[in-house]
């Protein structure tokens, strides 16, 4: 709450590579960090899992929405996603700043994907299919962060418009020597 409120906030950029063999960057994630008063970051594992249903959880992709849409109106080459709690979408706060930024004349919604953790977008899975619905003809990308590791089966998966899955890690890890994870 403290790095919130002293404005400690901000976006950690990592690469998503294309899988085509020249690592060429498809879109960067923006991984939301807070830092305490001496400029330490926090990690978000020791934070995250406490509030994510909190109204803290809601200010903090409040935060991380913002940031992102000020990144990509200053770099019109960037092409971002951002978690996103479920919760999060029936926030009138959250979505006030998300119908402002998909009004700028840049066309952000063409550059933003919200990654959805497979927990959050089945908790409230009507809600996130509406909103989907809703938000892709703006534009605006979809990916599920962890496909595996939670409660949607394959049957489900074709509920939700989905534009990226990322295959949870237990799956991926050693898949070269893994039969069962081939």
């Known amino acids: 709450r403290e790095a919130l409120s002293g404005g400690r906030g901000q976006l950690a950029f ?5 899988a085509d063999g020249d690592n060429l960057v498809a879109f960067h994630e923006g991984l939301m960090r807070l830092s305490d008063e001496e400029g330490r970051l926090i990690p978000a594992a020791h934070f995250m899992p406490l509030i994510e249903e909190s109204e ?3 200010e903090i992709d409040c935060l991380s929405l913002e940031l992102a849409l000020r990144q990509l109106r200053q770099h019109p ?3 971002l996603s951002v978690n996103l709690s479920a919760r999060s979408i029936g926030d009138g706060e959250w979505r006030r700043t ?3 930024g998909l009004m700028d004349r840049g066309n952000l919604g063409d550059r ?7 927990t959050s977008a089945m908790m409230l899975h009507e809600n996130v299919i509406r909103f989907m619905s809703e938000m892709q003809p703006k ?3 979809f990916a599920l962060d962890g496909f595996g590791a939670g409660l949607i089966a394959f049957r489900h998966l074709k ?3 989905f534009d990226l899955v990322k295959i949870d ?3 991926i890890r050693g898949i070269d020597n893994d039969p069962d994870n081939q």
């Open 159 to 161: 509920s939700f418009f």
């Open 98 to 100: 998300l119908d402002r």
């Open 14 to 18: 990592h690469p998503v590579l294309t």
């Open 112 to 118: 933003l994907i919200f990654e959805i953790s497979e």
């Open 56 to 58: 803290l959880g809601r």
């Open 139 to 141: 534009g605006v990308g």
């Open 169 to 171: 890690k237990s799956f």
């Open 77 to 79: 080459g960037l092409r």
